[in-house]
């Protein structure tokens, strides 16, 4: 398929358009009993639709319902939201965000509308160098990367991993421990990304198993480790099964077909979680397809969503190759944040090393990290952990209780069992997500 540009469009015409019809918002609490709607008015264009549910996301709200129109001009949504509790939005410093964010007073172009701290990739943050990994997981990859940050005398500040498709993505932030400052020294850049590359190439010794980098422009942390991955073609080849997959409905079903007015139909079921219509508007922008209209909805634990597209240049998907394509890319999205195994929710005094401390210990006690979020807060770090036994499968108890002897004495662990992550993985990630925000919000502001 030919690779499509938008055509130009001058930045003046843009800006009098929008000051001659300026987006509208509406937060309305009164409609409906169960959620608060929120409704979007404003003038079409690229990348809309991700950018609305992007500042929902970043608020932890959950979109229970979604109606989205934006074909032709003019871009019309409504979102059906609850907090995490499932409890109306009444909180003011929120609604007066969403309303600044979306409303009239937002800044078209500065990329700034998202939660404060949702943005990754720059060459330095406030006092933070952002480190950007991917490569073939391992079982104590993770460890082995912290140890190279912690020799290196760099306090890490904050980080984000995913595991998909036997691959790691990683973004992390760290600052000089004597300085507090970011790295900036060119040589000790590049004796960094050697090391951290020799971690994730591992025996392999190939350039192109793993990729390192301190600089990729400003952009969204989710996002970002989405394209990471897509980058990295981790949609391509089987998916290890896992006992997840073996439960009913618990593989997404994802169909592709023609409508008669010119649109792809893509019809994604699931079980649903949060965040989970961000990563598949994310995935379906990313690959440079526009959403026209669409119909989100959850019931009970399953969501349906259906989404009418088209390519940027306008055209369907006509081949079984890119039909295909869109379905493993889509599948491999909403895996990526697929929470498997025990949570471990560990809060200590934050010095440098604790990260490369606490791993090294889950390492010792044959834990692999599915997925991971560091995040710091005055002296205060706050690791959450998804961990299984280095072969894949669920974590002995008596595991767990001899983690819980040897670090007890210095940290704070709370465990919590799959079952019991139904309930609460949307609190607890949300509760670093804010952590790393306020952070964030007081050194850039």
């Keep these: ?61 959950i979109i229970n319902k979604a109606y989205i129109s934006s074909d032709g001009g003019w871009f019309m949504d409504v979102f059906h939201v609850t907090d995490q509790r499932g409890n109306k939005v009444t909180d003011c410093q929120t609604i007066e965000h969403i309303e ?45 990367i912290s140890a190279v940050l912690a020799d290196l005398a760099l306090n890490v500040v904050a980080a984000e991993v995913w595991t998909h498709n036997r691959r790691i993505a990683c973004v992390v932030y ?24 020799n971690i994730l190439r591992g025996c392999e010794g190939k350039e192109n198993v793993a990729q390192t980098s301190f600089s990729t422009g400003s952009t969204h942390m989710d996002r970002r480790l989405h394209q990471m991955f897509f980058a990295d073609r981790d949609y391509e080849g089987s998916t290890p099964v896992t006992e997840g997959d073996s439960s009913p409905g618990s593989k997404p079903n994802i169909t592709v077909e023609r409508c008669e007015k010119g649109y792809s139909v893509v019809t994604v079921r699931c079980k649903d979680r949060p965040k989970l219509l961000f990563d598949i508007v994310c995935t379906l922008t990313d690959m440079q397809y526009v959403v026209f209209h669409a119909s989100i909805s959850s019931d009970g634990p399953q969501a349906s969503q259906e989404y009418f597209i088209r390519h940027n240049d306008g ?13 493993k890319c889509l599948e491999a999205a909403i895996r990526r944040r697929v929470s498997e195994g025990l949570s471990l929710e560990l809060s200590a005094k934050d010095k440098v090393g604790l990260l490369s401390e606490v791993t090294r210990v889950l390492r010792e006690h044959g834990l692999s990290v599915s997925r991971a979020g560091v995040s710091t807060v005055g002296e205060q770090a706050m690791n959450v952990f ?6 894949g499968n669920p ?20 465990v919590k069992k799959p079952t019991e992550q139904k309930v609460t993985e949307a609190s607890s990630w949300a509760k670093t997500n804010f952590f790393f925000g306020g952070l964030l919000d007081k050194l850039l502001n």
């Design 386 to 391: 998804y961990v299984r036994d280095s072969s």
């Design 100 to 144: 600044k964010a979306l409303g009239p007073r937002s800044q078209t172009n500065d990329g700034g509308k998202s939660w404060p701290g949702k943005h990754i990739g720059m060459h330095s943050v406030g006092d933070y160098t952002a480190i950007e990994l991917i490569g073939r997981d391992r079982p104590g990859l993770l460890s082995e």
């Design 174 to 197: 760290v600052n000089d421990h004597p300085t507090c400052r970011p790295v900036d020294d060119p040589t000790r850049l590049s004796m960094m990304e050697e090391q951290l590359k």
């Design 395 to 414: 974590v002995d108890m008596k595991t767990i209780e001899t983690l819980r002897k040897e670090i007890g004495h210095t940290m704070m662990l709370n």
């Design 315 to 327: 055209c369907i998907l006509d081949t079984e190759a890119e039909i295909d394509r869109v379905i």
């Design 1 to 61: 398929m030919a690779t499509f540009c938008w055509p130009y469009f001058d930045p003046d015409y843009e800006n009098l358009s929008s000051i001659i019809n300026p987006p509208r918002v509406s937060i309305d609490n009164t409609s409906n009993r169960d959620c608060t709607l929120v409704k979007v008015d404003s003038m079409n264009k690229p990348g809309i639709l991700l950018e609305v549910v992007q500042i929902l996301t970043d608020l932890d709200l």
